[in-house]
């Protein structure tokens, strides 16, 4: 059973960059396809951030995309999001996420950040 | 990318029906059927519920449907119980290769 743990600092500075990483165990991260960042501001929806193949073809949403950087490591079998310039909108719980034909099949727990100095 | 815009609430008594709308354009859920619905519990992550439209997940409950007409798509539940309250949002693949989310929906039973 694949599952997701993301992880990384809780607090990050404005105009600083948010660094978050997803460790796949129980599987390998080659099994699927395609891994997603989501994320959703506290009491609000959810926002898709982007997506990475596994050999590392990446897939950003257009509103952040000059943020986002998303990268795969198959030797640690894991995938990282790093989101620069973050401001207090940038405050949410972040998913790491497997694609599954066009929809997400497994979620990591999520992991808060909160951007704040 | 909007958001698709979904109701903010939706209630029903356990045994009854409810159907929540999620409504898109032609560049997300009116042009492909890919639209996905996902549910989720307080504090807890989303669980996948449906996929294209409208096919479950093994392990999902057959009282959940999907559908679309349009551009709006849409999640049944049918004969409703105190465990399916919680928040649903719609989400459908779009024209700039990415995806969207709907505004969510609270579900209540009453």
């Known amino acids: 059973q694949v599952q997701l743990q993301e992880s990384g600092p809780g607090l990050v500075k404005p105009s600083g960059t948010l660094s978050l990483t997803c460790a796949v165990s129980?599987?390998?991260?080659?099994?699927?396809?395609?891994w997603s960042w989501v994320r959703q501001p506290p009491g609000k929806g959810l926002e898709w951030i982007g997506q990475?193949?596994?050999?590392?073809?990446?897939n950003y949403n257009p509103s952040l995309k000059n943020r986002v950087t998303i990268s795969v490591d198959k030797s640690e079998n894991q995938l990282s999001l790093k989101l620069s310039s973050v401001t207090a909108a940038d405050t949410a719980i972040y998913y790491c996420?497997?694609?599954w034909g066009k929809g997400f099949n497994m979620w990591g727990q999520g992991t808060m950040v909160i951007v704040s100095s | 990318q909007s958001a698709l815009t979904q109701p903010a609430s939706v209630s029903g008594s356990p045994g009854q029906s409810i159907t929540i709308s999620c409504t898109g354009t032609?560049?997300?859920?009116?042009?492909?059927?890919?639209v996905s619905w996902y549910q989720q519990h307080p504090g807890k992550a989303p669980k996948l519920m449906i996929y294209?439209?409208?096919n479950r997940p093994s392990g999902v409950s057959d009282r959940f449907s999907g559908s679309k007409s349009g551009n709006t798509a849409s999640l049944t539940i049918s004969g409703l119980q105190a465990e399916d309250e919680a928040d649903y949002y719609c989400?459908?693949?779009?024209?700039?290769?990415?995806?969207?989310f709907g505004t969510g929906t609270k579900v209540t039973v009453l």
């Open positions: 989400s459908s693949y779009t024209n700039t290769i990415s995806y969207v």
């Open positions: 032609t560049s997300d859920v009116g042009g492909y059927n890919f």
């Open positions: 294209d439209v409208s």
């Open positions: 129980g599987g390998s991260i080659s099994s699927s396809n395609w």
């Open positions: 990475i193949y596994q050999s590392g073809g990446t």
């Open positions: 996420a497997r694609n």
